[in-house]
């Protein structure tokens, strides 16, 4: 069984001997490695059985340390950083000889965060490497947004999980690639395409909807629950059961009793019902039920990346 607790130092002591702690984000609850010890990097991509093609995030607590690991820290970086870092943005950039291949899948460009959760930021203070942190998840599963839920999965193949509360933001981090003329989005998540826009005061390039898939994290089938899952504008060609459930955004429909029904936020709160996704999820996971479904959720804000999950936790029925 993993040990669960706040130790930073016994978290430094795992890390720096190339084993792997899970630690808490603002995002999702993240599966860490040395990210410079090649070995201990692949620990990440066994216990994970994660593709070798799907490229790790590099973690640590400020733009200076990346910068003493070769990133190279333009304006525009700095800009952005100022705004969202510490936070829930992950910036792709030109990579450098530092870098192993194993973080950057052998691509050209790197990707690095500065996570926002104060046992993560003081731990990250303390070491004089950068962490590989995807989540803390079997590959294609629902990421973990509390200790409890890592346990759940990953308990018996790493030695300790710092214990940090439930995950604020709930979902994972937007990425955005600044490795060419113009800003691309390559993942919803924490950060909207509208609070970047605002912040450098031009449109970015969304390239969610293509077939090329350039961050892994693009791919469906990805975040799937083991019951299958439609969305509501499906109803007409599902049957519903006593065991069939709804996860919905503040107000109960009609199809259903509500009993069967999960509201992921009463009070209408798109940013409360990001961090209510995964947990849900999980729930209804472990329930003896047969069909879930899905309310579509407001498209702005926080709740394009609400939908994308739902998406392609509902893709895995679509294409099987
Ligand atoms: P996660 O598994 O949530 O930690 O997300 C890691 C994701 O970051 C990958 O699946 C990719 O989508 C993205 N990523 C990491 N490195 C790169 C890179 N060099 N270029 C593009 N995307 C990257
Ligand atoms: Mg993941």
Redesign the pocket.
């Known amino acids: 069984m993993a040990e669960i607790g706040v130790d930073i130092t016994k978290a430094k002591l795992l890390l720096d001997n190339a084993e792997l702690v899970a630690i808490p984000t603002e995002t999702v609850y ?1 599966l860490a490695a040395n990210a410079f010890n090649v070995e201990a990097v692949l620990k990440i991509y066994e216990v994970k059985n994660r593709p070798k093609f ?4 590099l973690h640590s607590n400020s733009l200076e340390r990346f910068a003493e690991w070769g990133i190279v820290i333009t304006d525009q970086l700095k800009k952005l950083a100022d705004t969202f870092s510490p936070g829930p943005l ?1 910036y ?1 950039l030109p ?1 450098n000889a530092a870098i192993p291949d194993i973080i ?2 052998g ?1 050209l ?3 690095i965060r500065i996570p926002n959760h104060p046992l993560t930021l003081a731990l990250l203070a303390e070491l004089d490497y950068p962490l590989a ?3 803390a998840n079997p590959s294609e599963y629902v ?1 973990p947004t509390s200790a409890e839920h890592v346990q759940a999965q990953l308990s018996e193949k790493i030695p300790y999980i710092l214990d940090g509360g439930v995950c604020t933001v709930g979902v ?2 937007t ?1 955005i ?1 600044l490795t060419q003329n113009k800003i691309r989005l ?2 919803l998540g924490g950060i909207s395409k509208e609070e970047i826009e605002l912040c450098i005061g031009e449109e970015i390039e969304d390239l969610l909807i293509s077939d090329n898939v ?5 791919m469906k089938r990805h975040y799937a629950t083991s019951h299958p899952m439609v969305f509501e504008e499906q109803i007409s060609t599902v049957n519903i059961s006593p065991y069939t459930y709804a996860i919905r955004f503040q107000t109960y429909a009609d199809y259903l009793p509500k009993e069967n029904q999960f509201l992921l936020s009463e009070n209408g709160n798109l940013n409360e019902a990001a961090a209510n996704l995964f947990s849900t999820m999980r729930k209804l996971d472990a329930m003896q039920i047969d069909l879930i479904i899905a309310e579509r959720f407001p498209a702005i804000g926080i709740g394009r990346a609400i939908n994308d999950r739902l998406e392609r936790a509902t893709s895995k029925n679509l294409h099987s």
């Not at 799907?54 to 995030?57: D, R, S, V, Y």
């Not at 350039?214 to 693009?218: E, L, N, R, S, T």
């Open positions: 993240g799907n490229p790790l995030i992950t792709v990579s950057t899948a691509q460009s790197v990707a942190a995807p989540s990421s994972e981090s990425i690639d390559l993942r350039i961050a892994p994290g693009m």
